[in-house]
């Protein structure tokens, strides 16, 4: 009982906006009425994203990627709060999104049209008096098609960063992981492609 | 006034909408010309190999999902203005220059009407039987290396040839002045010993940067070919590799994957 009391306890902090944290955009769910604009580069996405904070607990924000394969992927998101306790989270995140091959020039990677969508659960600890630092960590799942056997395939993303807020608004985002076909056992066994990207945020 | 307000934002979005899919459609305007990489068309144990079978029923496939073979040259000629492309227009490379390329592709790309790309590394052409290239002589590994005549009868049988570098060495790994003359120096031999000019150039291993590109361009090839994560300008051109035991449902897949087992499974 006093797990479920304490599990009760976090869920409904969770609810609560800490008006003197940093509000990272990788600590969760931005608060109700905050807005960031993300930009990012790196592999295998670079992209924009903005997000606004619908209620405490809960962000929803568009996404604009794309890959050097030469592809964009337009897309929807959302964030909701699952636990907080003081500077740390947990958090789930869903997206769609649409993925289609872009004039490449010469010679492409043959991409198809697909559309996708993911599941995420990401795990955040905020350091520094105003938890101006967040070190996160996220696994999600991707299920990408075109409603065909041969070119739908499910994905396991695991990534973890760090986001530093040094002055005002702006704070930079630095990610790594792996990004790999789900058919193979292990996010740490050979293979799969590395997730490394970059960038900056503006919260206003 | 706020009905009036509603409707007109609704408008006010649909067309923001509307011109969002229009911009969208423009962008979508569908992929490039795919290049397929090969290397021995053999038995080999190795994951790069192909058998005789294999690409035979690949290059069926190829033709009878409507795709036209081309060369490089008319994928350049296609993006100045020059010439025109086919319908589903595909190219087919082979890296290393194996005398099976010779021996066993040829015939099956002749007899179909379909044309290639070979990529052979320039000191490796022996002047004849007594000077071919062996690697591994005697072993079940044993890789047996195209003739200078054979090149000239792939180049005479209307198929392309491009420089694979001078011995076959990571060019990301030597210093630039040995880049510099490994690219022209190979390009200059392999033109002679054709007698018409190669201008493509596949980096060995796919491994490049881009002051071993800036060297390739600076020796007057017109394009070179990468691996799957080649960006797709003219000095970088994306391939996808053909592996061991790929049957044409593979290739197939291969030639239309979804972003994310594109960048999950480049090369």
């Known amino acids: ?204 | 006034v706020f009905n009036l307000a509603h409707r007109s934002g609704t408008r006010a979005g649909l067309r923001g909408l509307s011109a969002l899919w229009l911009l969208w459609g423009a962008a979508a305007c569908g992929p490039g010309v795919p290049i397929l990489t090969y290397h021995s068309i053999s038995d080999l144990e190795d994951p790069y190999a192909l058998s005789e079978q294999d690409f035979a029923a690949q290059l069926d496939w190829v033709k009878s999902a409507g795709f036209h073979t081309v060369t490089l040259r008319e994928v350049l000629d296609a993006d100045r203005q020059r010439g025109s492309l086919p319908p589903n227009p595909i190219v087919l490379t082979f890296d290393d220059g194996y005398q099976d390329n010779y021996v066993k592709a040829l015939p099956l790309l002749v007899a179909r009407g379909q044309r290639a790309t070979f990529f052979v590394v320039a000191r490796f052409l022996g002047a004849d039987e007594a000077h071919r290239h062996i690697e591994a002589p005697g072993t079940p590994g044993e890789r047996r290396f195209l003739l200078l005549s054979e090149a000239r009868e792939l180049a005479a049988a209307g198929m392309e040839i491009g420089s694979h570098s001078l011995l076959h060495r990571r060019l990301t790994t030597l210093p630039l002045d040995e880049v510099r003359r490994d690219v022209q120096a190979s390009r200059d031999e392999l033109s002679a010993a054709l007698g018409q000019p190669v201008d493509f150039f596949a980096y060995p291993y796919n491994s490049e940067r881009r002051q071993v590109r800036k060297l390739v361009e600076a020796a007057g090839y017109r394009a070179a070919v990468a691996g799957g994560h080649g960006m797709g300008d003219r000095f970088e051109l994306p391939r996808v590799t053909v592996y061991r035991n790929m049957k044409p449902a593979d290739l197939k897949s291969r030639l239309a994957e979804g972003w994310a087992a594109a960048a999950a499974e480049a090369n």
């Open chain 1, 1 to 204: 009982m006093r797990r479920w009391a304490v599990a009760a306890a976090l869920c409904a902090s969770a609810a609560g906006a800490d008006d003197g944290r940093a509000q990272l955009v990788t600590a969760g769910p931005l608060p109700q009425g905050l807005s960031a604009i993300t930009l990012f580069a790196g592999r295998p996405l670079s992209g924009l994203r903005a997000e606004h904070g619908f209620a405490s607990w809960l962000d929803a924000g568009l996404q604009l990627e794309g890959g050097k394969e030469g592809f964009l992927r337009p897309g929807l998101g959302s964030r909701a709060r699952l636990l907080r306790s003081g500077c740390s989270g947990l958090t789930a995140r869903a997206n769609v999104a649409f993925a289609a091959p872009v004039g490449a020039g010469l010679a492409a990677r043959p991409i198809t049209p697909t559309a996708d969508g993911e599941l995420g659960l990401a795990g955040d600890v905020g350091l520094g008096a105003r938890c101006s630092v967040s070190v996160f960590a996220e696994v999600s799942g991707l299920l990408d098609t075109d409603l065909s056997n041969t070119r739908s395939g499910l994905f396991l993303q695991g990534v973890a960063g760090v986001e530093w807020a040094p002055w005002g608004p702006l704070s930079l985002i630095a990610r790594a992981g792996k990004l790999r076909r789900m058919h193979t056992a292990s996010l740490f066994a050979p293979g799969g492609a590395p997730v490394v990207t970059g960038g900056a945020a503006v919260r206003f």
